[in-house]
């Protein structure tokens, strides 16, 4: 078996607006399709970033919320590779992004941060 890359991250969102906004506008994806589902009573949001990175974006109307953080079984976080740590952090700040203070990863010896999206999804800056 041999896998090549990741195809694409599913997330779940519970606000329309509030989700489209904070992954188009404030972290530059862009849509790619956009389908309200009439079956499931949902819209299904393809995004894409730099042609490579793809988010499935789900809007369900009041989805089970995380028992723990980030502790929960399941996907623990979102990690975004950046060049310039404080230049991206320094950006989301100005969109009203708030990032948790700049550390080292112990094991990688890279600098990183996490910040959260509009339902708490903890996401990441790795250098």
């Known amino acids: 078996m041999l896998l090549n890359?990741?195809?694409?991250i599913a997330i779940i969102g519970?606000?329309?607006e509030k989700s489209k906004?904070?992954?188009v506008d404030k972290l530059g994806f862009k849509v790619l399709r956009e389908n309200y589902r009439i079956d499931k009573n949902d819209w299904k949001i393809d995004l894409i970033l730099n042609n490579e990175?793809?988010?499935e974006l789900f809007i369900i109307k009041n989805p089970p919320k995380r028992l723990s953080n980030p502790e929960a079984n399941g996907l623990r976080h979102l990690a975004f590779k950046v060049e310039n740590i404080e230049k991206i952090v320094n950006e989301l700040n100005l969109k009203g992004i708030i990032c948790e203070p700049i550390r080292i990863d112990p094991y990688t010896n890279k600098k990183m941060t996490f910040f959260k999206d509009p339902d708490d999804l903890p996401l990441e800056l790795h250098e």
């Open 5 to 8: 890359k990741i195809h694409h």
């Open 14 to 16: 519970s606000d329309y």
């Open 21 to 23: 906004e904070f992954y």
């Open 53 to 55: 990175i793809e988010i």
